[in-house]
Structure formats: C-alpha cells, structure tokens
C-alpha cells in the first residue's frame, strides 16, 4: 500500500517545517516504511483529502486516514507490530503524552518567541495574511513585538531544558540507547526552529545540541535533509 | 522473604516525609508485597545496614540490599515480575527517568522553598544542625529567608505544573487509567510537602489537586495513613 504524509511548507515546498510533521516523518522512518509526502501551506489545508482535517500531518496509508501527529504514531504502532516499536509498550505509550505535554507547554510557546516572524516571512502570501492574522490575535502583539526580545529569552529557555539535558547528558536518547517516539516529539520542536528561522540558540557545548544532532543524524540523516534556515 | 524500608523520619517516627521513600512505599503496595518500615533520621542513616548508603530509601529484601529510589523500582520490577508492573515495559521505564528529572528539577526545588524550614522544625535535634548546616549553604541563604516569600511564589509554581496538569485533567494517572512508577514519582514530592509541612498550595478545583487525592487513596490509602501537616 502507498503511503502519503501531507506536510505543512511556506513557499518553499522542499521545507517543510511543521514540528508536528516532522514528528511524524520520523515515525515513519523508524518504522522502516516507505512513503511519499505532499505538501501544503496553512490555507490549503481544509481542502486535502476532502476536508479531512484542519490540520496537518495527515497520513494516508492506502484507504486509511489519520491526522494528529500521535494519533499517527499510535496507527503505525497498530498497523506495523512487526517494525521497530515507537513506545516501548503500555507505560512508554502512556508517558510520551507526559512527554508531549511538557514540549507543547514548555518548548514550542518558547521557540515560537523565537520564531514566528521568520516563519511568517517564508509563508506564501495568503499563507502570511491569514498566519499574521491569526497569530497576533493569539498573540495580543504584533508579530515584530512578539519576537522582539528573543535574544533576551534564549537563558531563561535554556534553563528550562534542563529536564531533558539531563537525561541526554547522560544516555543517547530519551527512549535509552536508542530512539522512541518521545524523542521525535521533543527533535519535532527543535527541527521546527531550525527549519524556519535562522535565529541560533543552542550553544555548541550543551548536551541538547548533542542530542539534537543525534536526532538529525537517524535514520539516514532524515532531518538534515532539509538543511538548516540561513 | 522478610522486607525492610528504611525511611526518613524527624522527632515522629511516624511521620516519615522523604519524597524518594513514598515512591518507594507506593511501588511496594503496588506491587502487592509486604512490608515492614524502620526510621532514621538524617545522622542515622550512615549507621544503617554497615554504612550500606549515605541516602534512604534502603530496601533490605533477605540478604538483597538496595539504596536509591529508582534502583529498588527496577529491583522491584525485576525481581517480582509476575506483579503488577511498575513501568509497563522497556519504553516506560526509559521515560520514567524522565518524568523524574521533570520532577527533580522543576517540583522539589519549588517545594523545598514552600517547606524547608518546616521540615527543619520537624527534625530531631542532631538532624536539625546538621540540616540547617548543609541546607544553608546549598542555598547560600538563611532556611528563614530561604521560604520568606513563599505565599508570593506559589503562583508561578502552580503555573509550571501545566505539564503535568494538562495530562491528569484527561486521565486519572500518568500511566493512563491506571498508576505506573512515574505517578509515585511525583506523588512523592507532593506528599514530601504534605507530610512536612502545613502551608498548603494546592487549590481545591486544580485538576492536579484531585490527581493527588487519587494517588493518596491507592493502595487501601496508604499515603493517607499520614496525617496532613497541621
């Protein structure tokens, strides 16, 4: 059966940036499955597959549908027992949503501080009026006033890593030696950033940035291929 | 097999408070084992079991002696594997360890400024030099200043349980409808405060507040053999 991932890009189909899509373009890779992706900007979205979902990643897999990115996760869990697991059974499906949970409060309101004008500037125009639109409501700010002061946030936000460097610091990947869905929900973060703004923020010496390029590194170096914002 | 927890306890023997020896009382009832409990406080416990550990909890199991709260979890789950299990496989147990670093990092350093002279006020005298002693100068400060302006920090802290909220206001435990180790990993530190101190933080209509009130219920209500601070 063919599978398709629509994936979130701006103008540039060839980068696509949606943390949540990546999260999902990982998956699918440690599950050693072949596929196609397809992209779509923000505005495009409600006219894939019907209608299916107002959001992205969905996933096509022959007849089935699914979105949400750990719906997704769940499916390939479902569909494909005999590929490498992404949870590690009952508890490490359970505690990826605690891993979840802690990078969508933490990690993304963070780098979309970072972010979101950048983001904004690679959109297509429709794409940047209904994204200004939406996010400065949000936001209560304009987009220039939200990302202002980033330089200013990028210790506090380190400082808040320190759950995760602490465990990265000392083993490859949150799931041990080796990589579980938990660790491409945390890399999807990341890689969103990397992907979409050139504003730097994890030092060359901190136990993340190893982590992180581990993660760049799987599967063939699946996340590099898209190389980073300049 | 005869079983000993060695706890933490202050003047009241009763009242052991060491967050890392509930996780550790929790896993035993969870695992259906029983038990029996012996105190010390601070300055005992080089003189448990030959110097075997300069921290509690200590698990003796027959001849088996285990320190440190997340080893006697693994101790526990490998050694009685037919009971119920405390990490719901190989996955679980990876990201246990970092539901743990979440809670080290971002709960106890929180709780210790709501309790740690309350927790001093509870100690035996020797243990009371001794904490004041070390406590001081790992926090560079007076334990006096050091919760002077607790009433003033529960806001942000409640905020920074957002994570943790977001999960157990949809399920009734981290480990989904039924508790796992990582559960009992942040139970402890509520019940660490509980136990020790009387400033309470937990607003009634917070959905962690009635996660906690379920955790203390568990196990024929096991955390509630302890009475609140008054």
């Known amino acids: 059966m063919a599978i398709t991932l629509y994936e979130l890009a701006g103008r540039d189909a060839s980068r696509p940036f949606s943390p949540h899509c990546w999260k999902v373009r990982l998956a699918l890779r440690h599950k050693g499955l072949d596929f196609e992706t397809a992209t ?21 897999d022959g007849d089935t549908l699914v979105a949400d990115s750990f719906a997704i996760a769940e499916y390939l869990e479902t569909a494909y027992p005999d590929r490498p697991t992404l949870f590690g059974g009952e508890g490490g499906h359970a505690l990826s ?43 209560g700010t304009s987009l220039e006033t939200f990302v202002a002061d980033r330089a200013e946030r990028v210790e506090p936000f380190l400082k808040s890593l320190e759950p995760l460097r602490a465990i990265v610091g000392k083993q490859a990947f949150l799931g041990g030696e080796s990589p579980l869905f938990a660790d491409y929900i945390v890399f999807g973060a990341f890689q969103w950033a990397r992907v979409s703004s050139p504003f730097r923020f994890l030092p060359a010496n901190d136990p993340v940035t190893a982590w992180f390029e581990r993660c760049l590194a799987l599967h063939g170096g699946e996340g590099k291929k898209v190389p980073a914002a300049a």
Not at 52 to 60: A, D, H, M, R, Y
Not at 114 to 125: Q, Y
Request: net charge neutral; proline share 6%; aromatic share 12%.
């Open 40 to 60: 779509a900007g923000f505005t495009e979205i409600p006219g894939l597959e019907g209608g299916f979902s107002k959001t992205v990643p969905i996933l096509k």
């Open 97 to 139: 949503r605690f891993v979840e949970s802690w990078t969508q409060r933490v990690i993304h309101p963070a780098l979309a501080r970072f972010a979101a004008l950048d983001i904004h500037d690679g959109l297509s125009e429709p794409d940047q009026a209904y994204f200004r639109s939406s996010r400065e409501k949000a936001f």
